[in-house]
C-alpha cells in the first residue's frame, strides 16, 4: 500500500511540474514573439507611425499637421496631380464655369491638410499652391476664379475656363445641385 502512496505522490509531483514547465513555456514562447514583433520592419514603422499621429495630436501648430487624407483617400503622400485635383474639385465650389467635371466640397480641414501637405513636400509650385490655400484658409475667396484659372492653366484646361466668382446664394445652389456628386 506504502507503494502506492509512494508512486502516486511521484506520478502526481510528476505532473504538476509538467504543467508548471507547460506555463512557463508558454510564457516564454510569447515573450519571444513580442520581442521579434517589435523589432521587425513592419511592426517598427506601424509604432513610429502611431507614435507620430499620437505626437501630432498633441501638437498645436499655426497650421495642422498631416493626418488622414480628408478627401477619402488611404495616403497622406499625395503626388503634384493629386493637390491639383483637389484645389481644382475644390473651386469649383466657388466659381462660376461653363464646365465643372470635378467635385470636392471645400472644408476648412480639406484646406488645412493640403496646406500642411504642401508645406511638407516640395513640389514645382508650392508657392502658388500656398498661396491660394492660406487665402481659402482665411475665408478670402475673392479670388477664387484666378486661383481656378491658375490651376486649370497648370493641367493644360481648354474647356471650363472660371468667368467669374459665385454669390453665396449661387454656391448653395451649386451644392444643392452636386450633392450627390461632391465627395
Not at 501638437?59 to 498631416?66: D, K, L, M
Request: hydrophobic residues 35%.
Amino acid at each position: 500500500m506504502t507503494w502506492i502512496k509512494e508512486h502516486k505522490l511521484i506520478f502526481t509531483s510528476i505532473l504538476v511540474c509538467v504543467i508548471c514547465l507547460g506555463f512557463l513555456g508558454v510564457i516564454v514562447v510569447d515573450m519571444i514573439d513580442q520581442k521579434a514583433v517589435s523589432s521587425s520592419p513592419v511592426a517598427s514603422k506601424e509604432d513610429s507611425t502611431s507614435k507620430s499621429k499620437n505626437n501630432q495630436k498633441s501638437e498645436s501648430t499655426a497650421s495642422e499637421t498631416i493626418t488622414d487624407n480628408p478627401f477619402g483617400s488611404n495616403s497622406s503622400s499625395l503626388t503634384e496631380d493629386d493637390v491639383l485635383n483637389y484645389m481644382h474639385g475644390m473651386s469649383h465650389q466657388k466659381v462660376e464655369a461653363e464646365e465643372k467635371w470635378l467635385h470636392y466640397e471645400m472644408t476648412n480641414d480639406r484646406i488645412q491638410f493640403l496646406i500642411g501637405v504642401v508645406e511638407s513636400d516640395r513640389y514645382e509650385k508650392s508657392d502658388l499652391y500656398l498661396d491660394i490655400l492660406n487665402r481659402w484658409a482665411e475665408g478670402d475667396f475673392s479670388k477664387a476664379d484666378k486661383d481656378h484659372n491658375a490651376i486649370w492653366n497648370l493641367q493644360g484646361g481648354t474647356i471650363g475656363k472660371a468667368t467669374g466668382v459665385l454669390s453665396t446664394e449661387e454656391e448653395k445652389q451649386y451644392l444643392e445641385d452636386h450633392k450627390g456628386s461632391i465627395q
